[in-house]
């Protein structure tokens, strides 16, 4: 699977959440090593998303702002693969967030 494919299923599966998400791809960025996605919600405040391909690893630049963002107090994780977003989603407590709906 690509990494767009993987980016359109992560932000149609956060847009679903409907009024409860605010949800954004990150484009273009002044700075090098932003990450792809960007959520924030009640329950998980302020969260990063960098999408990979299957099988692939941030970048060391990319590597350092998910450690930075997260020492920062935001949330940012790496993700290849759907069953990562689920994971991902599970520890954020997003599946609480399904039952609000």
Do not use: H
């Not at 993987?6 to 599966?13: F, N, P, S, V």
């Not at 847009?15 to 700075?31: A, H, N, T």
């Not at 997260?70 to 520890?91: E, L, M, Q």
Request: glycine share 6%.
């Amino acid at each position: 699977m690509k990494e767009k494919k993987i980016q359109d299923i992560i932000l149609k599966d956060l847009r679903s959440y409907g009024k409860y998400c605010e949800c954004f791809k990150l484009i273009k960025s002044s700075d090098s090593g932003e990450l792809d996605i960007f959520f924030t919600t009640k329950i998980t405040g302020a969260v990063f998303i960098e999408v990979k391909k299957p099988g692939k690893v941030p970048s060391k630049l990319q590597e350092y702002k998910i450690k930075k963002l997260n020492d920062c107090g935001s949330k940012a994780f790496s993700c290849d693969s759907i069953d990562r977003w689920n994971n991902i989603k599970i520890f954020l407590g997003l599946n609480f967030l399904n039952s609000l709906k």
